[in-house]
């Protein structure tokens, strides 16, 4: 398998991508990487170029850009030249840790969605938190990729969070679940009354009915399905108060004297299985669902961990071949008439 | 000032109101209590009776129960008592900690909204957790009266807010921000870029521009506005995270030995620190602005400090007449000429 690798985004391009795509490199025997980006810039930084090839771009598309505009503009760029390289059946799948706008557009427009898929949705995988059932995740979408999404949108989420945690979760008739204001059937504006209704209705998915943000980590369901705009808040909101948390934690320490310092010395092994439990580095990067390739976005502020862990889920999803059984589904006129609402 | 107490309204009702209530009087001398309920438990519940007056009521509202037509069949619940004791003026304000759905019901319909103002906001205060600014609180709202809002809702919420937060938090021209997807003014659905807009040409509001779900408890503005769902959404994840935080850490000295628990015993201090400023007790309850009178709810599982804080709460709304103010505020034709989107 050929992965398209945008060398130059991120903060901490190309050093961090290059280091994580050796590391994978050796890792994954079957995976052959072609590097887009600076040539003059990633050469140095390359240790051992066996299964690597560099493809020279002359463009880039920073952080801030218009998305849109930045992917129809800059054809020579690394994420418009890696999108492309997918598109032409060169490479198999388009990892980026750039402008994730931009990342989205160049899915979207280049690489284009599945028969069937009216918008795709992006998907983070998300740990499990309670006691006890920690160390597994569950699949959350769409964590942002639409600002509004409509009724079909939603049920298209469903169908294709419950492939991806099947195929890449590997959890067996995955259970998934409605971000909601409520628990009852009957909470939640029209909007989420009626997909509440159509999941009920979809004989292939296990609906488990509502989830509310605050059970969000609760290990509740294995797919949380949501409108883009809700699921961002619930994301960010939770990111937000987790790193709240911890500063708080490490501003008491740092403030506490000698007794606090002796405390935290004690108690660093609980507070290291809880970073690690909470380290996003290591559930991968975000997918964009319903394209036809993988297009996998890493967080801008990626590490080495990040970078590999993301090829590895890219490398499970080419493996699996989520994406075919995806594009089955929805090319299937009898599914699609069975789901009501998606046509 | 006279306040109409639920009496029998949340998880550990009576006795616990009734605490609080007691509390409160001693702490302040110029309120007196109405207690609605069932006088027959209530009455051996009580020390001392001075300022506190029992109106019995035959009927009950529970958690469950749909709060509209509740309110409606049970004329005679504490809750529609209480609410009907302030739109008689028998009363100033209403406060309970029972079912949030019927106090919303009870204070729209009987106790009444303020002319101009279309819909009510849920009212929080939370705390600013950002190490060096902690113990201040902000306003957020609407938490959650309102599934959907409009356009116009959402410029009233700023200004109902606005009012709240320079009365009773005391804070002089208040940072107001509106709750979005992202930082920069061009960012959200249609929505938040319309009222982001009109919120910049409200010349009464100190508006400091977008504030993003992760960042609530920074202290970036002394006022939160945002529509109905994605502000309960966001607190509902907030609230999830730090308890989750906090089940971790517990979980992790439970079954950390002995050294994660002299590790406990060393850090406790911090910990004591950081549960004190994510108490919600101290945060007082949640008030339905944009009604003729303070209208508070507490959670259903408030202890006595909560109840206590809560009424401290209500003598400041009655003592500084935020109301008042808002009514005049909405009253005024040229404000509400001024304010364009608000007609």
Do not use: C
């Amino acid at each position: 398998m050929k992965i398209a690798v945008d060398a130059m985004g991120g903060d901490n391009a190309p050093q961090v991508i290059i280091n994580g795509v050796e590391n994978a490199r050796d890792q994954f025997k079957d995976i052959e990487f072609i590097l887009f980006g600076n040539e003059e810039q990633i050469s140095p930084l390359i240790k051992d170029n066996s299964r690597l090839t560099i493809v020279n771009t002359t463009e880039e598309i920073s952080m801030g850009e218009e998305p849109v505009r930045a992917i129809r503009r800059k054809k020579d760029s690394s994420i418009v030249r890696a999108a492309q390289a997918v598109k032409e059946g060169t490479a198999d799948a388009f990892f980026s840790a750039g402008n994730t706008g931009a990342i989205l557009a160049a899915g979207i427009f280049i690489v284009g969605r599945i028969k069937g898929i009216d918008r795709p949705g992006l998907t983070s995988v998300l740990p499990v938190a309670q006691p006890g059932k920690q160390g597994h995740g569950f699949v959350y979408l769409d964590s942002g990729a639409n600002a509004e999404s409509k009724e079909k949108n939603m049920v298209q989420f469903a169908h294709l969070g419950r492939f991806y945690a099947k195929n890449v979760l590997k959890i067996d008739n995955p259970r998934v679940a409605l971000l909601n204001n409520g628990a009852e059937e009957d909470k939640g504006d029209q909007l989420h009354k009626d997909v509440y209704q159509d999941l009920k209705e979809q004989q292939q998915l296990n609906f488990v009915g509502n989830i509310e943000a605050g059970d969000l980590l609760h290990g509740k369901a294995d797919v949380v399905v949501s409108d883009g705009w809700t699921a961002n808040a619930a994301l960010k909101a939770t990111e937000g108060s987790v790193r709240m948390m911890l500063t708080l934690i490490k501003d008491g320490i740092l403030n506490g004297g000698l007794r606090a310092k002796l405390g935290y010395l004690l108690l660093k092994p609980v507070f290291h299985k809880i970073g690690h439990l909470m380290n996003p580095s290591l559930y991968g990067g975000a997918v964009l669902l319903g394209l036809k390739a993988p297009v996998v976005k890493a967080h801008g502020s990626a590490d080495v961990t990040a970078v590999t862990k993301t090829i590895e889920q890219i490398h499970t999803m080419i493996n699996t071949k989520v994406i075919d059984q995806t594009v089955d589904f929805f090319g299937n006129e009898e599914n699609i008439d069975n789901k009501g609402k998606l046509d």
